[in-house]
T-cell receptor, first 114, second 114 residues
Framework: DARVTQTPRDKVTEMGQEVTMRCQPILGHNTVFWYRQTMMQGLELLAYFRNRAPLDDSGMPKDRFSAEMPDATLATLKIQPSEPRDSAVYFC????????????FGPGTRLLVL | KQEVTQIPAALSVPEGENLVLNCSFTDSAIYNLQWFRQDPGKGLTSLLLIQSSQREQTSGRLNASLDKSSGRSTLYIAASQPGDSATYLCAVRRLDNAGNMLTFGGGTRLMVKP
């Protein structure tokens, strides 16, 4: 049963620290998305990659956030330095670009910045 | 800019009731619309996907309809069960099909009481 995996599942850190979240997309999926979910804003797209190339990161605060795909099996989202307002659940999703197929979501990383 | 609204934000019903969740979107130029389910502390699971050329999709006790011209979709749940308790989100994919980007509604939090 193929699924998207994310690590860590939970992260508590102090303001100013670097946070790195990792995602392993489903094998064969060529599109990877990073979302952030908060009570106030709901689910927001931060960035997405197609064939490992970043296509849109307009939803991401670029001064502190960065997203990369070093290879087809790993996507990373980094926050440096972290701030309390970054506290949220961060989801990774993967899918196939062609056709109308759905995206498959990982379980999320719950981040708390104190 | 596409905006997706879900009403109601929360709903509590007794077990066995039939219920309808509503989703509206401002830009009718969509590629498809999806309904997702999110359980507490978990990622999203796709329930139904309706292509823009379709009017409805059914899966078990779930039926989703789409009226693209009026910018509305409904998710009908028949004979609700406590296990249906979750947050339901609708999401639309834009017509240009660029990268499978989705715009999400705020969700409807459903509780089905035994």
């Amino acid at each position: 049963d193929a699924r998207v995996t994310q690590t860590p599942r939970d992260k508590v850190t102090e303001m100013g620290q670097e946070v790195t979240m990792r995602c392993q997309p489903i094998l064969g999926h060529n599109t990877v998305f990073w979302y952030r979910q908060t009570m106030m804003q709901g689910l927001e797209l931060l960035a997405y990659f197609r064939n490992r190339a970043p296509l849109d990161d307009s939803g991401m605060p670029k001064d502190r956030f960065s997203a990369e795909m070093p290879d087809a099996t790993l996507a990373t989202l980094k926050i440096q330095p972290s701030e309390p307002r970054d506290s949220a659940v961060y989801f990774c999703a993967s899918g196939v670009l062609a056709g109308g197929e759905t995206q498959y979501f990982g379980p999320g990383t719950r981040l708390l910045v104190l | 800019k596409q905006e997706v609204t879900q009403i109601p934000a929360a709903l509590s019903v007794p077990e066995g009731e039939n219920l309808v969740l509503n989703c509206s979107f401002t830009d009718s130029a969509i590629y498809n619309l999806q309904w997702f389910r999110q359980d507490p502390g978990k990622g999203l699971t796709s329930l139904l996907l309706i292509q823009s050329s379709q009017r409805e999709q059914t899966s078990g006790r779930l039926n989703a309809s789409l009226d693209k011209s009026s910018g509305r979709s409904t998710l009908y749940i028949a004979a609700s069960q406590p296990g249906d308790s979750a947050t339901y989100l609708c999401a639309v994919r834009r017509l240009d099909n660029a990268g499978n980007m989705l715009t999400f509604g705020g969700g409807t939090r459903l509780m089905v009481k035994p």
